[in-house]
T-cell receptor
Framework: EDKVVQSPLSLVVHEGDTVTLNCSYEVTNFRSLLWYKQEKKAPTFLFMLTSSGIEKKSGRLSSILDKKELFSILNITATQTGDSAIYLCAVEEGTSGSRLTFGEGTQLTVNP | ETGVTQTPRHLVMGMTNKKSLKCEQHLGHNAMYWYKQSAKKPLELMFVYNFKEQTENNSVPSRFSPECPNSSHLFLHLHTLQPEDSALYLC?????????????FGPGTRLTVL
């Protein structure tokens, strides 16, 4: 059974801190790993990772994938209160057609 | 404005009711999705449609019945639901079936089954 596990499930930090969110997975036919940020209702896309060792970066956020060890991390540096959200990791798998399996998410709270 | 709208935004229904959720996208996309997000559980992909044809059904109970009359509209018909079906139902769309990096989500319908 395909599985995506995120850790920690919740995290409380102060503004300016750096955080690392983890996502490990077990899927049959891996295609890509995606990170989303969910603030109120609709998740918004952050990164799509397909190759090991290549860092994707967007402002203070960055992410990297390790296909050998089957995990990804999402880093947020110099956190701000606006970074408070649920961060979702999802793995796309399949050879024909695609299926997405989501992790439970990490609830990040950034306090001023 | 994400370009994906969902109605109603909130719905309370009894177990014997029949209701429908509606999703509309104004982005010219060809693929549309239904997701279920329950409290303390991972987001679950329910159905996938590509060019109005259903391509995925993730073992969803038959009390959930999707309908995609055209590429811009997606419905989820509900009947004889259970209280455990209470959740946030999210619709999403993407240009093509496998380009998840361009997937846009609607605001969701918060469903409560009494």
């Amino acid at each position: 059974e395909d599985k995506v596990v995120q850790s920690p499930l919740s995290l409380v930090v102060h503004e300016g801190d750096t955080v690392t969110l983890n996502c490990s997975y077990e899927v049959t036919n891996f295609r890509s790993l995606l990170w989303y940020k969910q603030e109120k209702k609709a998740p918004t896309f952050l990164f799509m990772l397909t190759s090991s060792g290549i860092e994707k970066k967007s402002g203070r956020l960055s992410s990297i994938l390790d296909k050998k060890e089957l995990f990804s991390i999402l880093n947020i540096t110099a956190t701000q209160t606006g970074d408070s959200a649920i961060y979702l990791c999802a793995v796309e798998e399949g050879t024909s057609g695609s299926r997405l399996t989501f992790g439970e998410g990490t609830q990040l709270t950034v306090n001023p | 404005e994400t370009g994906v709208t969902q109605t109603p935004r909130h719905l309370v229904m009894g177990m014997t009711n029949k209701k429908s959720l509606k999703c509309e996208q104004h982005l010219g996309h060809n693929a549309m999705y239904w997701y279920k997000q329950s409290a303390k559980k991972p987001l679950e992909l329910m159905f996938v449609y590509n060019f109005k044809e259903q391509t995925e059904n993730n073992s969803v109970p038959s009390r959930f019945s999707p309908e995609c009359p055209n590429s811009s509209h997606l419905f989820l018909h509900l009947h004889t639901l259970q209280p455990e079906d209470s959740a946030l139902y999210l619709c999403a769309s993407s240009q093509d079936l496998q380009i998840y990096n361009e997937q846009f989500f609607g605001p969701g319908t918060r469903l409560t089954v009494l």
